[in-house]
C-alpha cells in the first residue's frame, strides 16, 4: 500500500523510538513539521536549534534516539555543534532539514538562508555524520531512510536527512527490504582466538581491574556487562563519560577513574593492576586525567565496538558485545584472583550537617548533593569543574549521569535538562552548571517554564571561567555579573533563591525536593577559586613544584 515521503519517514522514526522531536519552526520546514504532529509524535519548540540538538542528545542518551526539525540553511548550520556533539560521543540522533522545492534548486535564483550551493549544507553535514542524505526523489525516499536509519542506529552516530518542500506529500512504495538489525557481527575465528587469548590472561593475572566505559550504554550491554562483572569477582571502574554502566551502590564498584583527577583509592587500584580490561572505554585526555594516567607496564585490553587491542596484537571485527556474553561464559565459577579493594558504597560517609553562617565551598556543596539524590534522580553536569566535581557524586542507577565528558562543548546542560526531563519524566533532573556555561545556553530556561518541568538547577556562580583560571588567567575569564537567582522572574515561570552560606543552601535544596512550580534556580555563591577536590587534585599533579620534585 502507497504512503507519502512523510508518513514513511515519520512511521519509521516512531518505530525506531521516536516520540518527541526537538526543533525550531522555519518556512521550508513548516509542511512536514504539520505531518509530524498529526503521526501523534510530539513536537517540543525550543528557543534555538543549537538548544533542540543539544536537548535531543540527551533524549537519545536515555531513550536510544533523538531527533530534531529544523530548517535549511541557517536552521541546520545553527545545529551543527550539538550534532558534532553527538557524533563525538556516539549519540544516535537524526537532524531532519526541511528543504527548498526540487524545482527551486534548478533556478538561478538566490534563495534566503542558501549559502554558496544548495548542497553546501548537505555537504558539511557529512564530516558530522554517518548518513547526509537529500530526498529528492519520492521512489527512492523508502531506500534512503532505510539505509539512513540502519546506520544510526548500528554505529550511534548522527544522521541528516534533508525533505524538500515539494517532496513532503509525495507518493512512494513502502521498502519491500526488511530493516538492518542494528547489531554488528563478528568474525567467528577472530573472536574465539580473542577470548583465548583474553582468558589465559586474566586467569593468570594477580591484580586484574575492569574499567567500563560508554559505549557499553550505547549498545544496550549493561545487563550483559553485569553478568560478566559479577562472575568475575572483580573490581570495577569507569571512565567519566561511561559513569553509569554500572550503578556505584553495587558492591563491586569502585568509582570513577581519570588519572591524577581519580579519588587515591581508585587511582590506586587501578593502576597497580598487572592485566586491565578496558570495555567499551575510550583512550581519551579526559577520561585518563589529561594524560596524568599512569597505565605502563601492565596488560592493557582494549574491547570497542567493533574491535579488541592486545598490546599490539590486534583483532578485527570483533563486536564488544560478542566479547562481553563470551567472556561471562568462560569464567571460573569461582570468579578471579583480584586485589583487595573498597566500593564506593563501603566508603559512603552521611551527608554533612549545615553550619549556620559557614562559607559555602564547592567540596561541602557537592557532599550534600552526594545525599539528596536517589533512585529518582538524573544528575546532568555542565562541562567544566561542575563535570569533575560530578565524578565523585554516588549514582544509584544506569543513565543516572549526563555530561559530555569528551566533545566537551560549554552550554550542553541547560537545554540537556529539558530533554532529558522529557525522556524520563519519573526522575527529577538536577543540574549542576557554571556562571559562565549557563550564559551560553540560558534561553532554554524559558522551555523549562514554559512545561512546568520541576529540574533542580544548582548554578555555580565563581565570577567567571574558573577551570580556565586554572588552567591560564586572563581577563579573557571575566564574566558580566548576572542576578541568577532572577531569572524565573525574567521567564516567567519556577522560583530561585541565591545562598552563600550552607544552612541557606540546605534550606534552598529542602524547599526544591517539597515544591513542584517549574524550575528551582539556586544560585551558590563561591569564591573565584574554590573548586572541586577532583580539579585540585589535576592541579597538584601537574604543578611545576611538583615535577621539579620528580626530576631530582
Known amino acids: ?82 550534532v558534532a556533539g553527538a557524533y563525538a560521543e556516539q549519540v544516535p540522533l537524526v537532524v531532519l532539514v526541511g528543504g527548498p522545492r526540487t524545482n527551486q534548486r534548478r533556478s538561478s535564483t538566490l534563495l534566503h538562508h542558501g549559502v554558496g550551493e544548495f548542497s553546501t549544507m548537505q555537504h558539511a553535514y557529512a564530516h558530522i555524520t554517518v548518513a547526509s542524505v537529500l530526498l529528492d526523489d519520492a521512489d527512492d525516499a523508502p531506500q534512503q531512510i532505510d539505509r539512513a536509519l540502519a546506520r544510526c542506529l548500528a554505529e550511534k ?47 593468570a593475572a594477580r591484580r586484574p581491574v575492569i574499567l567500563g566505559g560508554v559505549e557499553l550504554h550505547r549498545y544496550g ?47 590506586d587500584i587501578v593502576e597497580s593492576s598487572d592485566v586491565l580490561l578496558c570495555l567499551g572505554a575510550w583512550i581519551s585526555d579526559i577520561n585518563f586525567g589529561v594524560y596524568t594516567g599512569k597505565l605502563e607496564g601492565r596488560q592493557l585490553i582494549l574491547a570497542n565496538s567493533g574491535r579488541l587491542k592486545i598490546s599490539q596484537h590486534v583483532y578485527e571485527q570483533v563486536w564488544i558485545g560478542d566479547v562481553v556474553e563470551g567472556l561471562a561464559d568462560r569464567l571460573p565459577a569461582a570468579g578471579l584472583s583480584h586485589p583487595r579493594f573498597e566500593s564506593v558504597s563501603q566508603r559512603a560517609t ?37 563535570l569533575f566535581a560530578a565524578a565523585d557524586l554516588v549514582m544509584h542507577h544506569d543513565v543516572g549521569f549526563i555530561g559530555q565528558a569528551f566533545y566537551l562543548s560549554i552550554g550542553y546542560a541547560l537545554p540537556a535538562v529539558l530533554g532529558a526531563s522529557i525522556a524520563d519524566p519519573g526522575r527529577r533532573a538536577l543540574a549542576l552548571i557554571g556562571d559562565g556555561a549557563l550564559q551560553m545556553s540560558v534561553q532554554e530556561l524559558s522551555s523549562l517554564c514554559r512545561r512546568n518541568i520541576p529540574a533542580i538547577l544548582l548554578v555555580m556562580n565563581n565570577n567567571g571561567y574558573t577551570t580556565e583560571r586554572v588552567i591560564h588567567e586572563g581577563p579573557y575569564n571575566d564574566i558580566q555579573p548576572w542576578n541568577y537567582h532572577k531569572l524565573p522572574d525574567v521567564f516567567g515561570g519556577g522560583w530561585g533563591r541565591r545562598v552563600s552560606t550552607e544552612d541557606a543552601f540546605e534550606q534552598a535544596l529542602t524547599e526544591a525536593r ?28 601537574l604543578s611545576p613544584d611538583k615535577k621539579q620534585t620528580e626530576s631530582r
Not at 167 to 176: A, F, L, M
Request: aromatic share 6%.
Open 157 to 203: 552516530r548522527p544522521i541528516m536527512i534533508e525533505i524538500p518542500v515539494d517532496i513532503v506529500d509525495q507518493k512512494c512504495e513502502p521498502s519491500r527490504k526488511p530493516a538492518a538489525s542494528g547489531v554488528p557481527t563478528s568474525d567467528r575465528d577472530s573472536l574465539s582466538e580473542a577470548l583465548d587469548e583474553v582468558t589465559a590472561l586474566l586467569s
Open 1 to 82: 500500500m502507497s504512503t507519502t515521503v512523510a508518513n514513511y519517514l515519520i512511521g519509521r522514526l516512531q518505530r525506531a523510538g521516536v516520540e518527541h522531536a526537538f526543533g525550531v519552526p522555519g518556512d521550508y520546514v513548516l509542511t512536514f513539521m504539520d505531518r509530524l504532529i498529526a503521526s501523534g509524535v510530539e513536537f517540543v519548540g525550543t528557543c534555538n536549534e543549537l538548544n533542540a540538538g543539544y536537548a535531543a542528545d540527551a533524549y537519545a542518551r536515555i531513550r536510544g534516539i533523538g531527533c530534531i526539525v529544523v530548517t535549511w540553511g541557517v536552521g541546520g548550520f545553527s545545529a551543527m555543534n550539538a
Open 350 to 386: 552521611k551527608a554533612p550537617a549545615a553550619r549556620p553562617g559557614a562559607k559555602l565551598t564547592v567540596s561541602w556543596v557537592m557532599s550534600r548533593v552526594n545525599g539528596y539524590i536517589g533512585d529518582d534522580t538524573t544528575v546532568i553536569a555542565e562541562t567544566g569543574d561542575s
Open 514 to 541: 517539597e515544591r513542584n512550580e517549574g524550575p528551582a534556580v539556586i544560585e551558590v555563591m563561591l569564591d573565584e577559586l574554590d573548586m572541586s577536590d577532583a580539579l585540585k587534585r589535576l592541579g597538584a599533579e
Open 221 to 267: 550491554l549493561m545487563q550483559q556487562f553485569m553478568r560478566l562483572v559479577e562472575a568475575s569477582k572483580l573490581p570495577i571502574a569507569t571512565t567519566l563519560l561511561g559513569k553509569t554502566v554500572i550503578s556505584e551502590l553495587h558492591p563491586q564498584a569502585i568509582g570513577v577513574y581519570e588519572g591524577s583527577m581519580s579519588r587515591k583509592e581508585v587511582r
